[in-house]
């Protein structure tokens, strides 16, 4: 009789266990420092520790490099992930939450005279547009949708949508959550406008992914010599899933130029993360 109530009270135990990380949303069981590795069930990680291991070895070698990465196998895990970056048009993907929340409410309708600033500002990431969206939703705009998404150390710029201070963490954190971000009647209408990216701009994380996943996306650049900024920037944060279900979101920052250098380095990330297809999971309840 005691050996079968020992029996019991182990199993009420490790139930209230799996509840209680279960309870727990996987964007929020990041790290505090640069690796954070947690354990939960399952203990199949993806990507895999020696490929973090990986990209923070080469992330390392390139200077002024910051990369998170968000799944729900073992939480937020990356390399120099707090650190903060000039967003450059990677804050057009947080302006065109901003609108579509503000359009929901108003009561607005989502009309052509929108759509013709909101698409152009998504898929070739035109800065006219994103000028006409930022003076509709404004750094208040901005700040409500960091806020949702659980971004924590997001600075708004004011008068300069930009400029806006950004970290790996945090945009990891927003395209984790992306379906959130954005007003259920809306959702379809952005998720497709991240999705379809004009093939010029489709660099990085789309090049290195490969067959099996969908992808949602926006990246930034900078170059250098233009005035009224802190620099040149390439940037790139998207959200990926994979046929087999792995869903998760990466970010990329970076103060390397636009064109070969900082593309490569986001696409090589990306590249040794994704490098090896998402493990089988059967037998464990994913949290």
Same mark, same amino acid.
Request: proline share 6%.
């Given at each position: 009789?005691?050996?079968?109530?020992?029996?019991?009270?182990?199993?009420?135990?490790?139930?209230?266990?799996?509840?209680?990380? $279960?309870? +727990?949303?996987?964007?929020?069981?990041?790290?505090?420092?640069?690796?954070?590795?947690?354990?939960?069930? /399952? +203990?199949?990680? *993806?990507?895999?520790?020696?490929?973090?291991?990986?990209?923070?070895? *080469?992330?390392?070698?390139?200077?002024?490099?910051?990369?998170?990465?968000?799944?729900?196998?073992?939480?937020?895990?990356?390399?120099?992930?707090?650190?903060? *970056?000039?967003? %450059?048009?990677?804050?057009?993907?947080?302006?065109?939450?901003?609108?579509?929340?503000?359009?929901?409410?108003?009561?607005? /309708?989502?009309?052509?005279?929108?759509? &013709?600033?909101?698409?152009?500002?998504?898929?070739?990431?035109?800065? +006219?547009?994103?000028?006409?969206?930022?003076?509709?939703?404004?750094?208040?705009?901005?700040?409500?949708?960091?806020?949702?998404?659980?971004?924590?150390?997001?600075?708004?710029?004011?008068?300069?949508?930009?400029?806006?201070?950004?970290?790996? &963490?945090?945009?990891?954190?927003?395209? *984790?959550?992306?379906? %959130?971000?954005?007003?259920?009647?809306?959702?379809?209408?952005?998720? +497709?406008?991240?999705?379809?990216?004009?093939?010029?701009?489709?660099?990085?994380?789309?090049? $290195?992914?490969?067959?099996?996943?969908?992808?949602?996306?926006?990246?930034?650049?900078?170059?250098?010599?233009?005035?009224?900024?802190?620099?040149?920037?390439?940037?790139?944060? $998207?959200?990926?899933?994979?046929?087999?279900?792995?869903?998760?979101?990466?970010?990329?920052?970076?103060?390397?130029?636009?064109?070969?250098?900082?593309?490569? &380095?986001?696409?090589?990330? &990306?590249?040794?993360?994704?490098?090896?297809?998402?493990?089988?999971?059967?037998?464990?309840?994913?949290?």
């Amino acid at each position: 009789m005691a050996r079968a109530s020992r029996i019991a009270a182990t199993l009420v135990a490790l139930i209230v266990l799996l509840v209680a990380a $279960a309870e +727990r949303s996987p964007a929020d069981r990041d790290h505090r420092g640069r690796h954070g590795r947690h354990k939960v069930w /399952p +203990r199949l990680a *993806y990507p895999q520790p020696r490929a973090i291991h990986r990209a923070e070895e *080469y992330a390392a070698s390139r200077g002024a490099m910051a990369f998170a990465v968000i799944d729900r196998s073992i939480g937020l895990r990356g390399y120099e992930a707090d650190t903060q *970056y000039s967003s %450059a048009s990677v804050s057009k993907a947080l302006l065109l939450a901003a609108e579509l929340r503000r359009l929901e409410r108003a009561g607005e /309708p989502l009309d052509s005279a929108t759509k &013709a600033f909101l698409e152009p500002m998504i898929t070739y990431s035109d800065n +006219r547009s994103g000028d006409a969206i930022y003076a509709r939703v404004g750094d208040a705009g901005l700040r409500e949708v960091a806020s949702r998404a659980g971004m924590r150390n997001f600075e708004p710029i004011p008068g300069f949508w930009g400029g806006d201070k950004v970290t790996a &963490a945090d945009l990891a954190r927003f395209f *984790y959550r992306l379906d %959130a971000a954005f007003p259920h009647r809306y959702r379809a209408y952005a998720k +497709r406008l991240l999705a379809g990216i004009t093939p010029v701009e489709r660099w990085g994380i789309p090049q $290195a992914a490969g067959r099996g996943w969908s992808i949602w996306f926006k990246g930034g650049w900078r170059p250098p010599g233009e005035k009224n900024n802190s620099g040149p920037v390439t940037h790139q944060a $998207a959200l990926l899933v994979h046929q087999s279900g792995e869903r998760l979101a990466l970010a990329v920052l970076t103060d390397e130029i636009p064109g070969a250098g900082g593309i490569s &380095a986001i696409e090589e990330i &990306a590249r040794l993360l994704l490098s090896k297809p998402p493990p089988h999971r059967g037998g464990w309840a994913t949290l």
